[in-house]
C-alpha cells in the first residue's frame, strides 16, 4: 500500500465495528477522500476528536483497495467559533453536505479546496450571513453553471426581471417567467458573485438580503444536483 499526505476537511463521519469510523474529507491533492479511522471510538483514542466534522487537519494515509487508513492526523486551522454558534454551524454543515454530494471520490480539485476552506474562515471569522449563498454562487460556477443574471435569457429584457431558471440558463422577465421567484437586491448580489466581485458582495450586502440570496442560492444548487441538502431543511426550518 502506498503511504500519502494530504491535508484536508472532515465532511462526514460513521460508524464502523466496535471503535472505528470511517471518515470523508476533501482534501487539496486528492479531492474526495474515505479512510477507516482506527480506534477513534475509544476514549482512549489520541486523535479522535481531530477527525470531527468541519475539521480542517493534515493527515498520513494508507491507500486501500475500497477504503485508505488514517494512521495520522494533525490540526491544520482551528475554527473557533464555527461550533459554538448555531447559525454559522448551519451554514457550514450546508458547504460540507454540498462539496460532498457535487465531488467524486479520487477527483482532485484544488479549486474546490480553496473555496471550501477560505469559506469556512470567513464564516468563523465573522459570522457573514453573505458567506453560505456567495459559496454556492460560487460552487455552481465550478460545477460549470453560471446564470444570466443581468438580463432576461429569452427576450433579452433588462428590466421586471422576476424570476430564475437553471434549466433556461438563467434570470427571466415577466412575460416569461419560470423557475423561482427572485427579487432584484437578490440579483444584484448574485451579480456580484457570479462577475468576482465576492469581497464587495459579503461587504455590502444587507443581512436580510443576503438571508435571502441563502435561500434562493439552496434552491439553484438543488436543481442543479437534483437532491434536497437535509442540512439546509434544518437550517430553514429554524430560520
Known sequence: MALYRDQGVVLRTHKLGEADRIITL?????GQVRAVAKGVRRTKSRFGARLEP???VNGQFY????LDIVTQVETAHRFDHLRSDAERLH???IMLEAVEHTTQVGGPDRAIFNLLTGALRELDRTGN???LPAFVAKLLVLEGIQPQVDECVVCGNHENLVAINL???GVLCTDHRSGQPITDPVRRA?????SGQVRQMLEETDPRIADQTELLAIQLLEQHMERRLKSAGVFQAEV
Open 63 to 66: 491507500e486501500g483497495r475500497n
Open 26 to 30: 476533501f482534501t487539496a491533492a486528492h
Open 129 to 131: 450571513h453573505s458567506v
Open 54 to 56: 468541519m475539521s480542517w
Open 167 to 169: 434549466h433556461q440558463g
Open 91 to 93: 451554514r457550514a454543515a
Open 190 to 194: 448574485l451579480s456580484l458573485v457570479f
